[in-house]
């Protein structure tokens, strides 16, 4: 039994060794703050949804239609995506990767909600 003990204490120091800085939403404008490689990937990632979803819901209402929205909210996307954490956070790109690996966080999902929201919202409003 006194095994068994030994490594339930032995995992649970782990865990805390292992653990990262908790997420706070004061962390989302800090320059300063130390941020974590997921963390800062879900972070993007949510962002770029968001973004998604309201590009893709005014492109419905207004309604605009063609290739070149798409485009457009990709560039729109990556510029937000950019901005924030080159200019709000001011993290170095190269503890995470570069810029690639930043920039493409998120970018398929977020295409994706973007084209439904945008197909939902026209079919809807429009027809």
Not at 53 to 66: H, M, N, Q, S, T
Not at 87 to 102: R, S, T, Y
Not at 111 to 123: D, E, P, V
Request: negative net charge; glycine residues 12%.
């Amino acid at each position: 039994k006194s095994s068994m003990k030994e490594s339930k204490s032995s995992f649970k120091q782990q865990q805390n060794n292992d653990q990262v800085s908790p997420f706070t939403y004061s962390k989302l404008f800090d320059p300063e703050a130390d941020w974590d490689k997921d963390q800062l990937g879900d972070v993007l990632h949510w962002i770029r949804q968001l973004v998604g979803l309201f590009c893709g819901l005014f492109c419905g209402a207004v309604p605009l239609v063609g290739g070149i929205w798409v485009l457009g909210f990709l560039a729109i996307s990556s510029g937000i995506i950019y901005g924030y954490y080159s200019l709000i956070l001011k993290v170095d790109e190269e503890d995470f990767g570069g810029h690639g690996a930043l920039l493409q966080e998120g970018l398929f999902a977020s295409l994706t909600l973007f084209l439904l929201c945008w197909i939902l919202g026209y079919s809807l409003a429009h027809f």
